[in-house]
């Protein structure tokens, strides 16, 4: 039997339209180096402003401006032959959870048009991701890497530099920079 990976999407596979159309709505030219928050719209202290901004999202398809990062296409799939690989993907935006349905839409069409060798019957949509259990899990974000799944791997992120070796080794996770080190790890 195949072992099972648990594979975030956004910031690990791509970098989904955020950076673009908060830039687009802003009329400013951040780059990821300019936030060190999980969620961008953080840099916009008015809460009447910050909603403004996530209707503004919801008007796109967000992966409309992704870029898958560097690698991750070519080790997906080598991966798939020897693992499972289910996506797991949060798609409810914390400040409009009622109008989250194109997030789910936009994530999958994204998915199967770009990622011929996935599974869609293995796609998880979920915000509550530290509840699954797999063999390997890799995800940008460290709480939902708390649980008991046995490899997991932190991927490397703007918003996840600061977190310190130590700290990592404390919890069990091993921190990854890129698809060269997840190749290192889950194919040699
Ligand atoms: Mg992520």
């Known amino acids: 039997m195949k072992k099972k990976i648990l594979l975030d999407l956004d910031d690990v596979i791509c970098e989904p339209g955020y950076l673009t159309l908060i830039n687009k709505f802003l009329n400013t030219n951040y780059t990821l180096d300019d936030f060190d928050t999980y969620y961008l719209d953080d840099i916009i202290e008015d809460e009447e402003e910050k909603i403004k901004l996530n209707h503004f999202y919801l008007k796109h398809n967000l992966y409309d401006y992704a870029k898958v990062l560097p690698n991750a296409y070519d080790i997906m799939e080598k991966l798939s032959e020897k693992y499972d690989i289910y996506i797991c993907s ?33 796609f998880i949509f979920t915000n509550s991701k530290n509840i699954i259990k797999a063999d ?15 490899i997991r791997l932190l991927f490397t992120s703007y918003h996840n530099k600061n977190i310190s070796d130590e700290y990592l080794k404390e919890v069990g996770v091993i921190r990854v920079n890129n698809w060269l080190e997840v190749a290192d790890i889950l194919l040699n």
Request: with cysteine; glycine share 2%; net charge positive.
């Open 136 to 150: 390997v899990q890799i995800d940008d974000r460290l709480s939902n890497l708390r649980n008991d799944t046995k």
């Open 90 to 122: 949060a798609c409810i935006p914390v400040l409009l959870k009622e109008k989250s349905g194109r997030c789910f839409v936009d994530k999958y069409n994204y998915l199967i048009n770009n990622f011929p060798f996935l599974e869609p019957e293995k």
